[in-house]
């Protein structure tokens, strides 16, 4: 087994002062450090303002099976990255192959890897590029000339300047705070001639008896896993009487019709990495722990059980294993995911996110909790839970919990071009590619409601596109509408559909589209451009030259 030895990037905590560079970067996640890395090796001045205190958002953050899509789509920096990352473990990737999955969506088994080692390569590439990294940097405003970011100030009075920005955030929030139009709803499929917006139901998620079997994969055939099984539960505190009020973790609200426009976002959770290994922490119960919190889950229990099914802990997380006994642990029909919690965040305040981030973990730590120990939860499920612990190397400085809560979904910016569903099923081009896309449309559950008397996960979806393969993502998307901001980009919240969003949205994609803006930016200073006005050919050579693949047919055929 390999050693790996720690050491301290030369970055800074944030004291009140002026820093200039060339281009700021705000956000120090996965695609922050790819557009850090990229503009350095331009031989441009660059920071990253990170509001935290890691790097790697949620690719170092538990996220560590990851979701790749086709393998062939992802070059330059995120390709890099990813080959670095695993042959930290002797492994090799075969990026001129397609995904060879196990009856699931492409989630590479080779990708899998432990959050530590992921950051600890983040830091490297930083360390070797120059770039300057500052801690604790947290957005307050945004100063602008006309159309034109000069300053972005943090809460301790340090003011940011450069010529060029870049937000690498999950949440759009200097996208926000410099006046960007920006959207938190789910269009009406009307809006853009969609079918996958807005109010959705989705056929295969309808609560129903008559589950089939799991092999031994965890899935049934067609490739539905047991961690999504909808029964037609009773969502009441006295079965069958509405006027007893709703469960707790039921959110209240109307069905609404499908297709209609709707608030929300898709659900949050934490992606734990937790561990089998004797030095394995306890994951502790949240100090107001309340076992009737979980009642719902009992009755989904005794639905399963209904329908025959051998539960164990799959019913509850999918998980994939990770090296080193630790494993990845995803959500489910009743697991990390808490819908309707996730509502607020995007405009939020910093120290509502830290008490919405709490409600997230308290929930998921309670689950846990309740699925060890509840006499109610079947024998094989307590005991297959009992097996794992937080693991004592990992998330070190959070007693092994995650620092990153898995933002799926917050602000959207809005440009002059905006993909959609046409583009993500192949219905449309976008032109100037600076990526691309090949994950199917996955969109987890905005709420669980009562429909029809029963619960009802709404908005989720998880399905292909069409059987259309990768998609360009047009550089468009990722800058603003000229009147409102000339020189930032946005490579995360970029100007997507929600339903679009929903397949965009993987970590390399992200790695993709930062690292193109980064070179547009450094472009857009050496021409004296606005960013809307960047040479498409200079950026499409330049990113070309860097490795980015812009083409599912080759690396040099997009027009």
């Known amino acids: 087994m390999k050693v790996f030895v720690c050491f301290l990037l030369a970055t800074t905590l944030v004291r009140a002062a002026v820093i200039e560079s060339d281009i700021c970067i705000y956000g120090g996640t996965s695609g922050g450090v790819a557009a850090a890395v990229q503009a350095a090796r331009m031989g441009r001045k660059v920071v990253i303002a990170e509001p935290g205190m890691?790097?790697?958002?949620?690719?170092?953050?538990?996220?560590?099976?990851?979701?790749?899509?086709?393998?062939?789509?992802?070059?330059?920096?995120?390709?890099?990255?990813?080959?670095?990352?695993?042959?930290?473990?002797?492994?090799?990737?075969?990026?001129?192959?397609?995904?060879?999955?196990?009856?699931?969506?492409?989630?590479?088994?080779?990708?899998?890897?432990?959050?530590?080692?992921?950051?600890?390569?983040f830091n490297e590439m930083l360390r070797e590029a120059g770039v300057d990294v500052r801690f604790r940097a947290r957005l307050t405003s945004v100063r602008k000339d006309g159309a034109r970011i000069t300053d972005l100030v943090t809460d301790e009075g340090s003011v940011f300047r450069a010529k060029m920005f870049i937000d690498a955030t999950y949440e759009g929030d200097l996208m926000a705070k410099a006046g960007v139009s920006y959207t938190l709803m789910r269009e009406g499929n009307s809006k853009y001639g969609e079918t996958y917006n807005g109010i959705h139901y989705t056929e295969k998620y309808t609560p129903r008896t008559g589950h089939l079997m799991p092999g031994s994969n965890g899935r049934v055939n067609g490739g539905q896993g047991v961690w999504d099984r909808d029964f037609p539960i009773d969502p009441y505190v006295v079965k069958g009487d509405a006027t007893s009020g709703l469960l707790p973790l039921i959110n209240e609200g109307e069905p609404g019709k499908p297709g209609d426009p709707a608030s929300g976002v898709q659900a949050y959770c934490y992606r734990l990495c937790l561990s089998t290994s004797a030095d394995r922490l306890p994951i502790a119960p949240p100090a107001d722990y309340d076992a009737k919190r979980y009642e719902i889950v009992v009755r989904f229990i005794e639905a399963c059980l209904a329908n025959g099914d051998d539960?164990?802990?799959?019913?509850?997380?999918?998980?994939?294993?990770?090296?080193?006994?630790?494993?990845?642990?995803?959500?489910?029909?009743?697991?990390?995911?808490?819908?309707?919690?996730?509502?607020?965040?995007?405009?939020?305040?910093?120290?509502?996110?830290?008490?919405?981030?709490?409600?997230?973990?308290?929930?998921?730590?309670?689950?846990?909790?309740?699925?060890?120990?509840?006499?109610?939860?079947?024998?094989?499920?307590?005991d297959d839970v009992k097996r794992f612990g937080l693991p004592k190397d990992e998330f070190t400085d959070n007693g092994g919990w995650p620092h990153q809560l898995y933002i799926r979904e917050a602000r959207r910016m809005v440009s002059d071009l905006v993909l959609t569903e046409h583009h993500t099923h192949g219905r449309q081009v976008a032109p100037h590619s600076i990526g691309l896309g090949s994950y199917g449309?996955?969109?987890?559950?905005?709420?669980?409601?009562?429909?029809?008397?029963?619960?009802?996960?709404?908005?989720?979806?998880?399905?292909?596109?069409?059987?259309?393969?990768?998609?360009?993502?047009?550089?468009?998307?990722?800058?603003?509408?000229?009147?409102?901001?000339?020189?930032?980009?946005?490579?995360?919240?970029?100007?997507?559909?929600?339903?679009?969003?929903?397949?965009?949205?993987?970590?390399?994609?992200?790695?993709?589209?930062?690292?193109?803006?980064?070179?547009?930016?450094?472009?857009?200073?050496?021409?004296?451009?606005?960013?809307?006005?960047?040479?498409?050919?200079?950026?499409?050579?330049?990113?070309?030259?860097?490795g980015q693949v812009l083409d599912a047919r080759g690396p040099d055929t997009t027009q």
């Open 54 to 121: 890691h790097l790697g958002g949620m690719t170092s953050g538990g996220l560590s099976a990851v979701d790749i899509g086709d393998p062939r789509t992802v070059g330059g920096i995120a390709r890099e990255y990813f080959s670095r990352l695993v042959g930290s473990y002797g492994k090799k990737l075969e990026w001129d192959k397609p995904f060879s999955g196990n009856g699931g969506p492409a989630t590479g088994g080779a990708y899998s890897i432990e959050p530590h080692v992921a950051e600890q390569v």
């Open 311 to 382: 539960m164990d802990l799959r019913w509850f997380s999918k998980y994939d294993e990770l090296p080193n006994q630790k494993w990845d642990f995803n959500t489910a029909t009743f697991g990390g995911n808490l819908p309707g919690a996730s509502h607020a965040w995007a405009d939020a305040d910093h120290a509502r996110r830290a008490e919405i981030a709490k409600e997230h973990e308290n929930y998921h730590r309670g689950l846990l909790h309740f699925l060890a120990t509840d006499p109610r939860v079947p024998r094989k499920v307590r």
């Open 441 to 546: 449309t996955d969109t987890h559950e905005v709420r669980r409601i009562v429909k029809d008397g029963v619960v009802t996960r709404e908005g989720k979806t998880a399905g292909g596109r069409g059987g259309f393969g990768p998609y360009q993502i047009g550089y468009g998307s990722i800058v603003p509408k000229a009147s409102e901001c000339e020189n930032l980009l946005v490579t995360f919240a970029l100007s997507a559909s929600h339903t679009a969003f929903s397949s965009i949205r993987m970590e390399p994609v992200f790695m993709v589209t930062s690292q193109s803006a980064a070179a547009a930016a450094a472009l857009a200073i050496d021409d004296g451009l606005p960013v809307q006005r960047v040479d498409q050919a200079k950026l499409r050579a330049r990113i070309l030259e860097d």
